[in-house]
């Protein structure tokens, strides 16, 4: 065998490793569209709802902006007993070149197939399968763990956090951390970690929440809930131990840019993605 080719293989698998091995480290930075009615909004503490834009726009902008990864969250979908707006989905999908999840009234393996069709990379599950725990091994077993992503609201209750459902209004009497590591056992490939307490209140993530949870599992772990200052992202990554940090309202009103809060974790010394042309992908 000609050695300049073997040469060139084992280049090439150096380079694919170090490619691999620095989108593992990255941090990511993910905006998130809590959608009602058809429309993005936002709240504090799950309640309180006000308009935040068009959320094919924002998505839109988000991706030019320099944002990882995109989450879709239909937060009455459950509770009105309705699917997920797969159209709405449709037409964002079509506007982004980024990771993109969707979660809300999704019930079954057929309806995550339907959202993944429509362009969804991963979804996001969290009433059903409180109700039904064995969703997460047949969806897993069915797209790969790497596209299910169990959501979990967790509110503070005594020494403990509890899992809450439909819209954080229902609350389930579970251990928000035995059932993360549930959730994990099952096939779920990622935990979004919402805390209840400091949801819209823009005082900072749940820091020991999100270290009590990094303790246990192997898998990543979206913070999620009190983003108010690019402190904060740093903060939820750094002393955490977040793989990735979630906000919507300080995106949405431009309170802080993609772009800025990347190139101060850089200089804090987090990895993140360089931002990138959306025209050379």
């Known amino acids: 065998m000609d050695l300049n080719i073997i040469a060139q293989f084992f280049s090439f698998s150096q380079h694919l490793f170090i490619f691999i091995t620095s989108i593992m480290l990255t941090k990511r930075i993910i905006p998130c569209l809590d959608i009602k009615d058809g429309r993005t909004v936002k709240g504090v503490n799950f309640v309180g709802l006000r308009d935040a834009g068009d959320p094919v726009e924002l998505a839109r902008r988000y991706t030019d902006e320099g944002a990882d990864e995109l989450v879709f969250l239909d937060i009455t979908a459950t509770k009105e007993k309705r699917r997920t707006l797969v159209n709405l989905v449709k037409k964002i999908a079509a506007e982004i070149n ?3 999840t969707v979660g809300g009234g999704i019930r079954t393996v057929d309806e995550i197939e339907e959202i993944l069709k429509a362009g969804a990379d991963k979804v996001s599950l969290n009433s059903a399968i409180v109700k039904d725990q064995e969703l997460i091994t047949r969806a897993s077993d069915a797209f790969g763990s790497q596209a299910v992503v169990a959501a979990v609201d967790a509110k503070r209750t005594g020494d403990h956090w509890e899992v809450y459902i439909k819209g954080g209004s229902e609350p389930t009497g579970l251990d928000a951390l035995k059932w993360i590591l549930k959730c994990e056992k099952l096939g779920a490939g990622e935990i979004l970690l919402t805390s209840m307490d400091r949801d819209g209140t823009k005082s900072g993530f749940d820091l020991e929440l999100l ?3 990094n303790k246990h599992v192997t898998i990543p772990v979206i913070a999620s809930g009190g983003a108010g200052t690019i402190e904060h992202c740093c903060e939820a990554i750094k002393k955490g131990n977040a793989d990735a940090v979630l906000a919507a309202s300080i995106f949405h009103f431009r309170e802080i840019e993609i772009e800025t809060l990347k ?14 042309n959306k025209e050379t992908q």
């Open 263 to 276: 190139q101060k974790m850089a200089e804090d010394g987090i990895e993140v993605r360089r931002l990138y």
């Open 211 to 213: 270290q009590e949870v």
């Open 98 to 100: 980024i990771p993109f």
